[in-house]
């Protein structure tokens, strides 16, 4: 299994801590006692659960010019006209989609273009299936122009548990549908706002595969 980038430094602390726990465990504490196979299982738990966050599995991405493709793992919370206030000014669509600690938590792009507008937003640490996390959360927010869809705004949100949003993207920069866009440690939330004449391909709930899932196409 390859491990993202993002997670060497909480890889190796995880590891120094379990081998900590491990030792305490077999110095002070004698094999009949309750007390060692708790602090051995607490070290596993933290050692495997720090690896399956981080973890970075192969996968094959869509390349489509006519389509929005998820840009994370997770599930489909919100589907909705909103008026959104940070860049357009006007009504759009906006598919939120909800990351829980299980999921990958990489971010790619979820189609080509210019990216026109990027701003990193500090806020609030609100949970991230909260409304309010849209516009309350610390956030990182970055327009991409495409020649099919116009401008598409997509918003990496902090939630309860994130404390952490990276974005790899720059003002000027041309995006790649499938490229890694950036990474939010430990749960949270991408909204991906769209034109109200994009097609929505996902309903309320469904599972969405960061690269794969077909959010959105150009509507006949």
Same mark, same amino acid.
């Given at each position: 299994?390859?491990?993202? %980038? /993002?997670?060497?430094?909480?890889? @190796? +602390?995880?590891?120094?801590?379990?081998?900590? +726990?491990?030792?305490?465990?077999?110095?002070?504490?004698?094999?009949? =006692? *309750?007390?060692?196979?708790?602090?051995?299982?607490?070290?596993? @738990?933290?050692?495997?659960?720090? #690896?399956?966050?981080?973890?970075?599995? *192969?996968?094959?991405?869509?390349?489509?010019?006519?389509?929005?493709?998820?840009?994370?793992?997770? %599930?489909?919370?919100?589907? $909705?006209? &909103?008026?959104?206030?940070?860049?357009?000014?006007?009504? &759009?669509?906006?598919? =939120?989609?909800?990351?829980?600690? #299980?999921?990958?938590?990489?971010?790619?792009? *979820?189609?080509?273009?210019?990216?026109?507008?990027?701003?990193?937003?500090?806020?609030?640490?609100?949970?991230?299936?909260?409304?309010?996390?849209?516009?309350?959360? $610390?956030?990182?927010?970055?327009?991409?122009?495409?020649?099919?869809? !116009? %401008?598409? #705004?997509?918003?990496?949100?902090?939630?309860?548990?994130?404390?952490?949003?990276?974005?790899?993207?720059? $003002? !000027?920069?041309?995006?790649?549908?499938?490229?890694?866009?950036?990474?939010?440690?430990? !749960?949270?939330?991408?909204?991906? +706002?769209? *034109?109200?004449?994009?097609? @929505? $391909? &996902?309903? #309320?709930?469904?599972? =969405?595969?960061?690269?794969?899932?077909?959010?959105? =196409?150009?509507? /006949?």
């Amino acid at each position: 299994m390859k491990f993202h %980038k /993002e997670g060497r430094v909480s890889i @190796v +602390l995880a590891a120094l801590v379990s081998m900590i +726990l491990i030792v305490i465990a077999y110095t002070l504490f004698d094999r009949g =006692s *309750p007390i060692q196979p708790i602090t051995l299982t607490i070290a596993a @738990v933290l050692m495997l659960t720090i #690896l399956q966050f981080f973890r970075s599995p *192969p996968r094959r991405k869509l390349i489509m010019d006519d389509a929005i493709i998820a840009p994370a793992d997770g %599930k489909v919370v919100v589907i $909705e006209e &909103v008026q959104d206030s940070e860049y357009f000014n006007e009504p &759009v669509r906006q598919i =939120s989609i909800f990351m829980s600690p #299980l999921h990958v938590h990489i971010n790619w792009f *979820p189609l080509a273009g210019q990216i026109i507008y990027n701003k990193y937003h500090p806020g609030k640490y609100l949970v991230a299936w909260d409304p309010k996390s849209s516009t309350d959360n $610390e956030r990182h927010s970055i327009v991409i122009e495409n020649p099919a869809f !116009g %401008k598409v #705004l997509v918003k990496q949100i902090a939630g309860a548990m994130a404390r952490r949003i990276v974005n790899y993207s720059s $003002e !000027g920069q041309t995006a790649e549908q499938g490229g890694e866009m950036g990474f939010i440690k430990f !749960g949270s939330r991408v909204d991906v +706002l769209i *034109p109200l004449s994009a097609k @929505v $391909e &996902v309903k #309320l709930d469904d599972t =969405s595969i960061g690269g794969q899932t077909i959010l959105a =196409s150009i509507a /006949e």
